[in-house]
């Protein structure tokens, strides 16, 4: 058994006296239990420091992730303003290509249709005739074709979408200009074409050769005006007033210009693939034979000369020497300069 020391076991007495008249009481205790609890504030003191030391270490610690919470939230904020502003600034340039695109579309469209009619009348062909005035006429004119297809829903996000939309505008682009440089090449070799055949149609007799247009008599059997019994009419006849300007349906050389009773004053002018032209029944003839004239020249003033019952221009047209219909050519003039 331990033995406690001397100072240990000493007693002591605690005489208690109430304030008012009384019993007094009496308590022996050791000096152990005042040790016991001196040790249990000490303790108690010592625990509430190491917990107040704690804390403040905690709260330092979440002071500190605050603080950096607040600066990845502040810089998590300038990215997103940043990123907005750069998809603001694509969105606009999205919509600056998208319009210039659809622009260049529409011109290209203006273009392509400017070709098709080049085409026509590159591949213009004569009454009669199988092949166009220039054989070789043919480019294959490929109309512009945008658009697509459907497929699959794969939802993106809107910076995404933006960029693919970026990315198809400036491949739309690329296309755009691709075409429109293969598209001058075929322009400027189609309008070498065309200024080929305008100025072979120059020299053929398809220009309307009065300023009147009104037909009194057409090509083929009719009853003669004078005998009245049927007859050939190897052009047309042209109503008009005396004095009306004659011009050349087409350029070339005049080989005739003279009088006789059936004609009355006329004019025959030689033009390029075998064509010819004839003017009759003139008031007065303005060139000789052997006069060049281009086409619309003033050749004469219409009249009823000849064998004629009034004023009008008696008009053929004759191919190989073969007289033909010389409507279908004026008419073509015609939708030419329509």
Do not use: C
Request: overall charge negative; hydrophobic content about 40%; glycine content about 8%.
């Amino acid at each position: 058994m331990i033995r406690l020391p001397g100072w240990l076991r000493r007693r002591y007495t605690l005489l208690i006296i109430p304030e008012h008249s009384g019993t007094s009481s009496r308590l022996s205790l050791t000096i152990v239990p005042f040790l016991l609890a001196g040790a249990l504030f000490g303790l108690s003191v010592a625990s509430a420091v190491i917990l107040l030391v704690l804390r403040s270490e905690d709260a330092l610690r979440i002071r500190t992730l605050h603080e950096e919470l607040a600066a990845a939230a502040d810089e998590y904020e300038a990215s997103l303003a940043d990123r907005e502003q750069s998809i603001a600034l694509l969105q606009s340039e999205v919509r600056r290509l998208t319009e210039e695109a659809g622009a260049v579309k529409r011109k290209l469209e203006e273009l392509d249709r400017l070709e098709a009619e080049i085409e026509a009348i590159v591949e213009l062909t004569l009454p009669g005739e199988k092949n166009g005035l220039i054989s070789d006429a043919k480019s294959g004119v490929k109309p512009l074709s945008y658009g697509g297809v459907g497929g699959e829903n794969h939802p993106v996000e809107e910076a995404e979408t933006t960029e693919a939309a970026s990315q198809d505008s400036v491949q739309l682009m690329i296309s755009l200009r691709h075409e429109a440089e293969s598209m001058r090449t075929r322009l400027a070799a189609k309008k070498e074409e065309a200024a080929r055949v305008l100025e072979k149609l120059r020299m053929l007799p398809i220009a309307w050769p009065t300023d009147s247009v009104r037909i009194t008599s057409k090509f083929g059997l009719r009853s003669d005006p004078f005998t009245r019994k049927l007859a050939r009419h190897s052009g047309i006849d042209i109503g008009g007033d005396y004095g009306d300007p004659v011009y050349a349906a087409g350029g070339g050389t005049v080989i005739e210009s003279a009088y006789n009773r059936s004609r009355g004053h006329y004019i025959v002018i030689e033009h390029d693939s075998g064509y010819k032209s004839v003017y009759m029944h003139l008031r007065t003839r303005l060139v000789n034979e052997g006069q060049k004239v281009a086409q619309g020249d003033r050749i004469g003033l219409l009249g009823s000369s000849g064998r004629s019952t009034g004023p009008h221009l008696h008009f053929e047209i004759w191919k190989n020497d073969q007289a033909v219909d010389p409507l279908p050519y004026l008419h073509l003039f015609k939708e030419e300069n329509s």
